[in-house]
């Protein structure tokens, strides 16, 4: 016991007396909690829109002052050649075009009936679909308007309630997503560097003769990295309760009990990689061109799982940050307790489980 | 000349000796453009709704059916009560909740106007948004249509109705793969080239072999030359499989746009990208610092460039970062040129930039690498 305490002091050292690399591996998290919480968003904000009015009436006026008013669009110029349009999306500055044929309101008026033409640069579908799906509803806007001032028999009112985020901040799903992702990724970063290290610098030969059991040899190792994973996670949640306005709905201590659960899962991954590979630039390169973006899409915080083909649904089944992100949401935002996140939990209990087991039958093998 | 020629022959084979690195330089990207596209994926739909029908009653049965037939919701699930819904909510298997409250058929036709209440899961705001709007838009449907059926057709006063068309230029069958294969494309290169370069120079301070290059009278730009010309080739060549053999062949993207602009602004985009990577690499003395610092900037790249977010969004300050970060541009650029075929008029802009950034990094890194130490 004494032996193993005087072993992690050793790794303690080492973590700490390099300097710039401790400053990064706390000042990124922070930078990037606050940048991207702060900054990230799927709502389309700000479109750069063109109005083709041929019609130049009251009504094509009135729903040009309407899609003016929003935030969602902003009106750049006014265009009236087809040509000018193409150039106009080629070169990316707008995103959607707004035609009114002449007689617009004439034609609303004496055939209870008008045409509109929204044409979109559906290069990228999503924006093209929210947008002209935004103009959509703001034209049936003007038109419920007009209908109003009949009295419109049988009508089905709709009450809507947006539960857990009523003020819809992109924050409240981004974060825990964010969270989930910087504690993976650093965590699967450190470790996987540090036993390849004393690999490559021949050190690993001096502990493997050392009397000294190395399954205590691993976990000496990645004490100091669990330590400082957990005044990482500490940061970034006093960050986002305080700087960023996210609640903790939930308890607190179950939200650090399955967070550092959640650090062991990671901190095992790096091992393995570790144990793995052979030089320092492998296990880097592996943990982060083949995890970064992965996890990224995985996680499921920026594009929904269930749209995925079933194949990768699975895959996402494998990567610990998406249950993670699930358990996140459920203590902060939902506030619910353990009942709800236990499945996740036992699935990240049994990753870290297999994990440590494949990284201890590696080890050996590599001492006999 | 010669002495560069040397240099490059020695990077080359040791990239190649490397057994270990190869298959990650070369597969993980392709393999990663292969499988990443499908699952980037924004469109809504398949939104789970979980309906407490209290009215039972043919209305309510119809209106079920419309909204499970309309595409958009996948019936998670009839709820008995609206808590044994909520339940659901909390457990993540329903996104939404409408309740019909009871005599809604009964209250619609006697007293004209009847609610319904819908509850949504809006932890992320821009799905609960449209999944709201799709069925309010389903909803009102459905309300015409009993209008029309009560109502006598010509005591009917039609209402006043705006016709909205909708084209869609570049790519009418709105496939979400198009736009991402070319931006996932662009991050996979961009990471491959600068960590490459990022670790490939400070392994070699680490092992103390740049001190032997150092005390040979090979000239500082050779050396740099040397280092930045391989991983420029490798950039080159994923990038054209990645763009043909993935994109074309596999997606079915044919670049429309001039394929001579578009690697004219790769070139000067990589050199961009070395530059950041040969930087890192001055100011690091450890691979682990080099590999944090350029693992910290590709997380900002990746998630600022507006690959799977929107930035003009953004705040102000977070989009003048955005502004920063050169694969912003690339993901921008390459979009415009494979998917609108946009002219070097339309890019010269980005083009500028892009040689801005080019000669800044690089200048910097020059500056900032000692021959002595």
């Known amino acids: 016991m004494k032996q193993f305490i005087t072993f992690v002091k050793k790794e303690f050292l080492h973590v700490f007396r390099d300097r710039k690399t401790l400053l990064i591996l706390f000042g990124l998290p922070i930078v990037q909690i606050v940048l991207f919480g702060f900054a990230l968003t799927n709502e389309i904000k700000h479109s750069r829109i063109v109005v083709c009015d041929y019609a130049r009436d009251n009504a094509s006026q009135q729903i040009i002052n309407k899609l003016e008013a929003g935030t969602q669009f902003v009106i750049e110029q006014s ?31 004496h055939f209870n009936k008008a045409q509109l033409q929204l044409i979109t640069d559906a290069s990228d579908p999503n924006t093209a679909n929210t947008l002209s799906s935004y103009a959509s509803r703001i034209v049936m806007d003007y038109q419920n308007e007009l209908a109003g001032q009949h009295t419109i028999p049988y009508r089905i009112n709709t009450v809507i309630r947006m539960i857990y985020n009523p003020e819809l901040k992109a924050a409240v799903n981004f974060i825990p997503g964010v969270m989930s992702l910087i504690l993976l990724l650093v965590c699967v970063l450190m470790t996987s560097v540090s036993i390849v290290k004393e690999k490559e610098n021949g050190t690993m030969e001096v502990l493997l003769v050392s009397p000294f059991n190395p399954i205590l040899v691993i976990i000496s190792k990645t004490i100091p990295y669990l330590v400082l994973s957990l005044v990482n996670l500490s940061v970034i949640l006093l960050l986002s309760v305080f700087v960023l306005g996210m609640p903790v709905n939930g308890s607190i201590t179950l939200l650090y009990l399955v967070s550092t659960l959640f650090i062991i899962t990671a901190l095992s991954l790096g091992l393995l ?7 320092q630039q492998s296990a880097m390169l592996i943990s982060l061109m083949g995890m970064l973006i992965p996890s990224i899409l995985f996680t499921g915080f920026m594009f929904p799982l269930e749209n995925m083909p079933y194949a990768l649904q699975l895959i996402s089944n494998i990567v610990p940050a998406k249950w993670y992100y699930i358990i996140v949401k459920s203590i902060m935002i939902k506030g619910l307790g353990f009942s709800a996140i236990w499945k996740e939990t036992l699935i990240l209990s049994g990753m870290t489980v297999i994990l440590l087991f494949v990284n201890i039958r590696k080890f050996k093998i590599r001492l006999a | 000349m010669r002495t560069l020629r040397f240099l490059l022959q020695k990077e080359f084979r040791q990239i190649f000796r490397n057994k270990a690195l190869l298959p990650i330089i070369f597969f993980a990207p392709i393999i990663q453009l292969l499988v990443l596209p499908l699952a980037a994926d924004y469109e809504i739909k398949n939104i789970n709704i979980t309906v407490v029908d209290n009215d039972h009653s043919g209305f309510s049965q119809k209106l079920i059916s419309k909204i499970a037939a309309s595409g958009y919701f996948k019936l998670a699930d009839y709820a008995g009560s609206f808590n044994a819904g909520f339940h659901q909510m909390e457990n993540d298997k329903s996104d939404l909740i409408l309740e019909i409250p009871q005599g809604f058929e009964r209250n619609l036709v006697r007293e004209n106007e009847q609610n319904l209440f819908i509850a949504i899961n809006a932890i992320n705001g821009v799905k609960a948004n449209l999944g709201g709007a799709y069925l309010n838009q389903i909803i009102a449907d459905y309300n015409a249509d009993i209008r029309l059926k009560w109502m006598p057709a010509s005591k009917f006063n039609p209402m006043p109705a705006i016709e909205v068309t909708t084209s869609n230029w570049f790519n009418p069958s709105m496939n979400y793969r198009y736009y991402m294969v070319p931006g996932i494309l662009v991050i996979l290169v961009t990471m491959i080239a600068s960590y490459l370069c990022a670790l490939n120079i400070v392994k070699e301070k680490e092992a103390g072999t740049i001190e032997q290059i150092n005390v040979t009278p090979i000239r500082k730009y050779q050396f740099i030359l040397g280092k930045l010309i391989p991983f420029w080739v490798i950039g080159m060549f994923i990038f054209s499989v990645g763009l043909f053999g993935v994109g074309w062949l596999v997606y079915g993207i044919v670049p429309v746009g001039n394929l001579v602009l578009l690697y004219g602004y790769l070139s000067v985009y990589l050199i961009a990208l070395l530059g950041l990577g040969l930087l890192i690499s001055t100011y690091s003395e450890t691979q682990q610092q080099a590999m944090s610092v350029a693992f910290f900037f590709m997380m900002v790249f990746i998630l600022m460039s507006g690959l799977f977010t929107p930035i003009e969004s953004m705040p102000r300050w977070a989009y003048a970062i955005t502004q920063c970060s050169p694969v912003t541009y690339f993901v921008e650029v390459v979009r415009m040129i494979v998917l609108k075929g946009s002219s070097f008029e339309n890019i010269r802009y980005h083009f500028l930039i892009m040689t801005g950034f080019a000669v800044l990094l690089n200048s910097w890194a020059i500056l900032n690498y000692r021959k002595t130490s």
């Open chain 1, 273 to 279: 990689i570790s144990n793995s590979t052979a030089s």
């Open chain 1, 79 to 109: 265009l009236l050649s087809h040509d000018q349009i193409e150039s106009a999306f080629k070169s990316g500055k707008i995103k959607l075009v707004v035609v009114f044929p002449a007689h617009f309101y004439s034609d609303l008026q």
